[in-house]
């Protein structure tokens, strides 16, 4: 014979206004956390048991726990550190005004014909002013070409960006004029088949090295700055749940104070021209585990004006910037990452780093394109 349920009378209720039902259910509400105890019931013969059930709420998400105890509770995520320092409290307003200037050029900028480095009928490569948005100069497109050819303007939707520069980097921008041609170049960058050459004018001490490679991980946490990170640290995950990823650069020095001559890129890797030449030309290699250079404590030190090409290896985010955070070098005007915004009786405006080179495989004809910029401002001085 089955047993009689308890009247709701013989039931014990819990403190605190809990109350009773004989399941689990959400609860929805606008409070930010709160905590609340509900009960259970149970059947057992002619005894009715009460079973606590915690429901915590935050952020408008419920978590259920049965009889939560402390040795349920799951381990703290231990995250990577970053190796490279906090964005300058300085920064935060400079590149507000820098951002505000690059917005309101946006509506009268425009194109000339000097500042096309290359076209044909599939692409079209242009030199990039600095202070200004890669997307303003995609919207210029359409303008140019009906100006300097007089036909009719072309759907902005088929013009794409191949290669993104940061607003106050200068130099070398690809701008695809179909779909189709777009993610044949697209594939070109994915697979690394791209070679792409910088240049830079930094500040600190002058290095101990003619050429150097490092490779570290790279990332940042949910809204926050781009960040250097060791090495052995790829692969894990950062608070908001992006992960650290591989970045790698190589650098040669071009001139101190200015000495020594430029010398201008080549279509030939440096691999290639040391196998024809019979030379195995030293190259320090640096793999990032430890903290970089303290550049708040070496203000002093800054006396140097270096000027270095850098060759990515790796496509991220602020790359040739936060590795010359790292070495101590930071890049003149690149006030987030440490750069002076006044150097040697100059105010930078914006960053010297400029995108001089740019070299692939024509995504129709297949023929190998090396596509240069000329030379920024700043970097005339030491050209000879």
């Known amino acids: 014979m089955s047993p009689t349920p308890p009247s709701l009378s013989s039931l014990r209720l819990l403190p605190c206004n809990a109350f009773l039902f004989p399941f689990r259910f959400p609860i929805k ?92 009928e599939y692409l079209i490569v242009v030199n990039k002013p600095q202070g200004i948005y890669c997307e303003t100069v995609l919207s210029a497109i359409p303008r140019l070409l009906q100006d300097s050819q007089g036909t009719g303007m072309k759907s902005p939707e088929e013009f794409h960006l191949a290669n993104r520069l940061d607003r106050d980097t200068s130099g070398v921008m690809v701008i695809t004029k179909s779909h189709k041609v777009a993610g044949k170049l697209v594939k070109a960058f994915t697979e690394h088949k791209v070679s792409k050459s910088y240049i830079a004018l930094c500040c600190g001490s002058d290095p101990n090295w003619d050429r150097i490679s490092i490779r570290s991980g790279h990332g940042r946490s949910n809204h926050g700055a781009w960040r250097v990170y060791a090495e052995s ?33 080549t279509t030939k890797s440096r691999t290639d021209q040391q196998e ?90 297949g023929l190998p394109l090396v596509f240069q910029a000329p030379l920024p401002f700043w970097a005339k001085p030491f050209h000879s």
């Open 29 to 120: 509400t606008l409070s930010t956390t709160f905590t609340r105890f509900l009960c259970t019931s149970s059947l057992s013969n002619t005894h009715h048991h009460l079973q606590p059930m915690l429901i915590t709420m935050t952020d408008n998400e419920t978590h259920t726990h049965l009889n939560p105890s402390k040795a349920d509770d799951p381990k703290p995520l231990i995250y990577p550190i970053p190796l490279s320092p906090p964005l300058p409290l300085i920064s935060k307003q400079l590149e507000l005004n820098r951002a505000l200037s690059a917005s309101s050029k946006s509506t009268l900028f425009v194109l000339s014909r000097s500042d096309v480095v290359f076209e044909d």
């Open 233 to 265: 640290d790829v692969g894990r995950t950062l608070p908001g749940g992006s992960m650290v990823r591989d970045m790698e650069t190589s650098f040669q020095v071009l001139s101190v104070n200015g000495r020594h001559r430029f010398k201008n890129p």
């Open 276 to 365: 024809e030449l019979g030379e195995e030309e030293e190259e320090e290699m640096v793999v990032v585990e430890d903290a970089g250079v303290d550049i708040a404590s070496t203000e002093e030190s800054k006396k140097d004006e270096i000027l270095v090409r850098a060759n990515p290896r790796s496509g991220r985010t602020h790359q040739i910037r936060l590795h010359c955070q790292y070495l101590g070098i930071p890049i003149c005007g690149d006030v987030k990452y440490e750069g002076p915004h006044e150097w040697k009786g100059k105010t930078w405006d914006g960053h010297a780093l400029h995108a001089q080179t740019l070299s692939l495989h024509h995504p129709v004809t």
